[in-house]
């Protein structure tokens, strides 16, 4: 699933490529996709709107358009975007915007675990935003700390969480935690001030690195038009399961925690 450096790259080259276009029309060929309002309600709203700017909330990409209205789409495990005939089987293309420039906007998901709401006025104090925590670099540490504080479940699962911390994912939470030498079934209470304050400033750092190279391509993660990120080969224990850990040469081992792969270093991370 991609995760917030990923989904904040897919809306940079969306910006570039339909910002300020105009919906003359719109296809749903899934209709289950829409979730908070009936699908031909949704293309009656949307059409004749213009496409003001993207931008992401967490994991939630968002499109403005006109009159308030904006549409979320959470990418899942395999959405993608595209606005070219080439690079996905289009038998995958679950909803089509088209523009009055003639150009189209597709959204592909062979998987269709991808959504699409629609919300007017004001949509973070609506269902599904209202929901989320806040990114790692406005998190206040002492709210962090008193939320952590009662819970006995593995600080990995803790990080996942994202009405606690938005934009983290499986890929950064195992580098946050191997940066920071802390073993990911360490009970989230045990988790000092200290660690937390750490917690919060690599996470940002990391995810900004990543944001920059476009992200991690890992599985199936492509930004618009099948364009793969690089973060992907700077990763330090995700992935690297048997291979010699960088800092201490000890072998990475993986594990499953909370149902999530889990890669970590025995020796470093105690």
Request: glycine share 6%; aromatic share 10%; hydrophobic share 35%.
């Amino acid at each position: 699933m991609p995760e917030l450096p990923e989904v904040r790259t897919v809306c940079r080259y969306l910006n570039k490529a339909v910002k300020n276009k105009k919906i003359k029309n719109i296809y749903i060929n899934l209709p289950k996709i829409i979730k908070n309002i009936d699908h031909n309600k949704f293309k009656e709203i949307v059409k004749g709107k213009k496409i003001l700017k993207i931008f992401n909330v967490g994991k939630w990409i968002v499109f403005d358009i006109d009159n308030d209205y904006k549409i979320l789409v959470h990418l899942r495990l395999e959405g993608k975007f595209r606005n070219i005939l080439k690079g996905q089987n289009p038998k995958h293309d679950h909803i089509i915007f088209n523009f009055e420039d003639k150009t189209n906007l597709y959204f592909n998901d062979s998987r269709q675990f991808g959504t699409f709401h629609l919300l007017k006025g004001d949509y973070l104090n609506q269902k599904p935003l209202s929901l989320l925590g806040k990114e790692a670099q406005n998190t206040d540490v002492n709210w962090l700390h008193q939320k952590l504080s009662k819970k006995r479940i593995p600080i990995k699962t803790s990080l996942l969480d994202q009405k606690i911390l938005v934009g983290l994912g499986n890929i950064y939470v195992n580098e946050v935690l191997w940066i920071e030498k802390i073993e990911p079934e360490t009970p989230s209470n045990q988790i000092t001030i200290k660690q937390l304050k750490k917690i919060l400033k690599t996470s940002y750092e990391i995810m900004e690195k990543s944001y920059k190279l476009g992200g991690s391509t890992i599985d199936s993660y492509v930004a618009l038009n099948s364009k793969e990120g690089l973060f992907q080969n700077f990763l330090n224990v995700h992935t690297k399961k048997d291979l010699p850990c960088s800092r201490c040469k000890e072998k990475i081992l993986k594990k499953w925690v909370g149902g999530r792969g889990t890669y970590y270093c025995f020796k470093c991370q105690k």
